[in-house]
């Protein structure tokens, strides 16, 4: 079954709206998260890697005022994109890496469709 | 930087037939790992295998194969005997820091198995 959850799977929402996602691992503790953001037929780009207890590191290009990161507890991380707008349209996947070892492997979400109108 | 590259951005094959999966990799660590995701069109990503750097051992799990060669940076993928399930979107990807660092992902290749 799956080992992380994350909701909505589905928002659609008008322009200006913030939507917050949430990344939850179900059985584990996770030190870190990872949020990708993948453009229709385009692959997987990471956006920011998420550490409980302190502030998100985000890749180079990504707004960190217009995507938020909070990680406050080992099983949960939350994406809010901030007055969202049509070209945040995408499909917003998280991971969650169990433990802190470097041999632990990444489980993914299924992921959030995100329409912006 | 890291970098996958996926040179095949789609393959259709007939039903049966044995298709292989490319994928060239580019990175500075001296430890990482590379993986394989099937993506449907669901969406989800589903995990296929994971090989550490050290290990070039090729592997196998029922029709699938893996062929790691560090001489050439590549992780190809191979599909014996294909089936119609087997179409969706490959991705290859690349976790540099020793595998603690977030996956770096090829733009993946559609692969249509056609009945």
């Known amino acids: 079954g799956a080992v992380v959850s994350q909701h909505p799977s589905w928002v659609i929402c008008k322009s200006g709206t913030s939507v917050k996602i949430e990344c939850r691992s179900l059985d584990f503790q996770a030190t870190t998260m990872f949020w990708y953001r993948q453009f229709p037929k385009q692959s997987l780009m990471l956006m920011a890697t998420?550490?409980?207890?302190?502030?998100?590191?985000?890749e180079q290009g990504v707004e960190k005022d217009k995507f938020l990161i909070n990680h406050a507890s080992l099983t949960l991380s939350t994406l809010t994109v901030t007055s969202a707008h049509p070209e945040d349209s995408s499909f917003y996947i998280c991971s969650a890496r169990r433990g802190t070892g470097s041999r632990q492997p990444q489980h993914f979400g299924d992921g959030t469709r995100l329409s912006i109108l | 930087a890291q970098k996958v590259t996926q040179a095949q951005t789609e393959i259709s094959v007939v039903e049966k037939e044995d298709v292989t999966l490319d994928c060239v990799y580019e990175?500075?660590?001296?430890?990482?790992?590379l993986f394989w995701y099937k993506q449907p069109p669901s969406g989800e990503l589903v995990f296929l295998i994971r090989r550490n750097s050290f290990d070039e051992q090729n592997e196998i799990s029922g029709r699938y194969s893996w062929n790691f060669q560090k001489s050439t940076s590549s992780f190809n993928f191979t599909i014996t005997a294909s089936q119609v399930v087997d179409s969706a979107v490959y991705f290859c990807a690349l976790s540099g820091g020793g595998g603690a660092d977030g996956l770096t992902f090829g733009k993946g290749t559609h692969l249509i198995i056609q009945p």
């Open positions: 990175t500075r660590d001296t430890t990482y790992y």
């Open positions: 998420s550490n409980e207890g302190s502030k998100a590191t985000y």
